[in-house]
């Protein structure tokens, strides 16, 4: 692997300005992770798609609501991110949504990194939990994931583009008491 690793890298929060490198990233990241079991055109579909849209990357970014944190190095420029959402269904938990490290950095701490300086970071607002959801077929990200102390909790069928796979939902409890969130 040929990255300077004896530089300091920072993580500092997303700017609007990052959007177009987390968008590289996020592709970069579906064309080496998920080539085994994501056909190539519904993988294209996906990342064509609103999720990956310099739109929709640059509301998170600014959304109130919203982590959007990158890890940046002197010379490289940002090599990996996250982004952490209200989590839908129960607005007590969080939602890790997009969490990728350029293939090149990877297996060298920066996840574990970006993660830790994420879960200090949210602290103050009292989640009773951090849910991610990862390709059931994903064994790096379910590594990851499983390491850094989240539990399976349901494997669930999902579509991309016109092939069924599925999602691992895995949930990281906090200590947090967040109320849930009532409408009106
Ligand atoms: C998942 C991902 C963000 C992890 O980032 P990373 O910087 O590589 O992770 P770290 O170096 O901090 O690894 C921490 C631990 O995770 C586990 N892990 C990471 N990569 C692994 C691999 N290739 N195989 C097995 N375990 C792995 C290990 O336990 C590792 O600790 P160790 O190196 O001391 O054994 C990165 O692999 C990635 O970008 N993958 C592609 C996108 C993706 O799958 N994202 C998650 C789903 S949304």
Do not use: C
């Not at 997303?14 to 579906?30: E, H, K």
């Not at 992770?33 to 990342?47: C, G, S």
Request: no cysteine; hydrophobic share 40%; proline share 7%.
């Amino acid at each position: 692997m040929n990255t300077p690793t004896d530089q300091p890298l920072l993580v500092r929060k997303a700017r609007v300005s990052d959007a177009p490198r987390l968008r590289q990233l996020g592709i970069l990241g579906w064309e080496t992770t998920y080539t085994d079991f994501i056909r190539p055109e519904n993988r294209a579909a996906y990342l064509s798609g609103a999720f990956w849209s310099i739109e929709t990357l640059s509301r998170v970014i600014v959304g109130p609501e919203n982590l959007a944190l990158v890890a940046e190095h002197p010379q490289s420029g940002v090599i990996g991110f996250l982004t952490i959402e209200p989590y839908a269904p129960d607005r007590r938990k969080l939602e890790l949504t997009r969490f990728y490290v350029h293939p090149d950095w990877r297996r060298s701490g920066v996840g574990s990194l970006l993660l830790d300086a994420a879960l200090e970071q949210i602290k103050h607002l009292h989640a009773s939990a951090l849910m991610v959801n990862v390709f059931a077929r994903n064994a790096v990200g379910r590594a990851f994931y499983e390491r850094a102390g989240f539990h399976l909790v349901d494997i669930v069928p999902v579509m991309v583009g016109d092939q069924i796979d599925d999602d691992a939902w895995y949930e990281l409890p906090l200590d947090g008491d967040k109320q849930a969130h009532t409408p009106g």
